[in-house]
């Protein structure tokens, strides 16, 4: 498998990550705050020092939307996407599987599983637990 064609500078780590089935988002040396998505600095405290650390995927709803007209050729609608407060800290934006998309609920629970992207990746999916 292979990292999408355009990631930023700062999120190859993140990318090989998914390719092994795992999450790794970059977490503060100074405060310990994980981040998402992955940058130069601490957004909390500035720190410049992180390190990769493995996080659990689970976390909980806050939000979603399902688009019913097709924008990309590898997400056909109806299409989910859903905000998820992970249990570390961060928001993440990704797609939930569409056997559980109509079973959507706020707050409810989730964790991340990792299915293959059509271009030749891993890539993060929510699923209801």
């Known amino acids: 498998m292979s990292q ?6 700062y999120d190859g780590p993140l ?10 988002l ?5 405060c310990g705050t994980f981040r998402y998505p992955p940058g130069p600095c601490c957004p909390k405290c500035l720190s410049l020092e992180y390190r990769w650390e493995i996080v659990g995927g689970r976390g909980r709803v806050l939000s979603w939307t399902t688009f019913h007209r097709q ?3 590898s997400y ?3 299409h989910s996407v859903v905000a998820v407060a992970l249990e570390e800290g961060p928001i993440m934006i990704a797609d939930v599987s569409r056997e559980d998309a109509e079973r959507l609920a706020l707050d409810a629970e989730v964790r991340l599983t990792y299915v293959d992207h059509p271009e030749g990746y ?3 999916q929510f699923k209801l637990c």
């Open 4 to 9: 999408p064609q355009h990631y930023s500078p």
């Open 15 to 24: 990318w090989e990550s998914i390719a092994k089935d795992e999450m790794r």
């Open 122 to 124: 891993r890539r993060p």
């Open 76 to 78: 056909p609608p109806p």
């Open 26 to 30: 970059q977490r503060c040396e100074a």
């Open 71 to 73: 924008y990309l050729p």
